[in-house]
């Protein structure tokens, strides 16, 4: 499924409650590969690309044995991936500020494109995904900016028509991991499995503390 709308070289992304943004100097075919976020994209700089895109994803084999190993395991938590992911700069510097709140399973529906959320007002929240070896996705860039559409679905997600997504003319791009890996995204950024299983944890910041 693709697009052929154009696409400015400078990609700013209004994402409800999101200020911090950032001149990217790449396309978004240069940020957003088939395996990871481009590594061109520094860790000081991933905070920055995940709030003005809502998404970072990176290949990782060892993720991908772990979520596989603890597929049956309901309490396994996010912190059981923390070892591994404090070896990737990048994905820690975009977790580290978040504390899981909830988990559940995700499998494949392909062509079927879902959001945690269409609501605004979003700040603090992300959805967290491990995936299994040979996972297939799609995302659709720029999906959290502005209004958003869709129907509670049984798996506790909401269902945003693909037909509304065409007609926002927003891109659809590719993920494809062998492997495994881990997937980041705004509670608003729509998604398909086209193929894969991974286990997933909806995060929060804690509130801050007001000073003594």
Known sequence: MKLYCHQAKANF???PGI?????VPQTVSDIFEETQVSAAVTP??????????????QANADIGRL?????????????????VLAKDP?????LAPYRE?????LGSDPGVFYALTTAEGQDGR??????????????SHRSPAGELIGVPASNGLFQIPYAYLRKRCLEDKKIKWDEGGVLIVHPRLAFSVTKGFAKGYGCR??????PA
């Not at 990048?90 to 975009?94: N, P, T």
């Not at 992300?126 to 995302?139: C, D």
């Open 205 to 210: 910041q804690p509130p801050s503390k007001d």
């Open 101 to 105: 709140a909830f988990s559940f399973p």
């Open 90 to 94: 990048r994905l820690y510097r975009i």
């Open 67 to 83: 979520a596989a190993q603890l597929r049956k395991d309901p309490d396994a938590g996010l912190d059981a991936f923390t070892p």
């Open 19 to 23: 200020t911090d943004q950032v001149m």
């Open 13 to 15: 992304i209004d994402i």
């Open 44 to 57: 000081e700089d991933a905070i920055a690309v995940f709030r003005e895109n809502g998404i970072f994803y």
């Open 126 to 139: 992300i959805l967290v995904f491990m995936w299994e070896p040979k996972t297939e996705l799609e995302f």
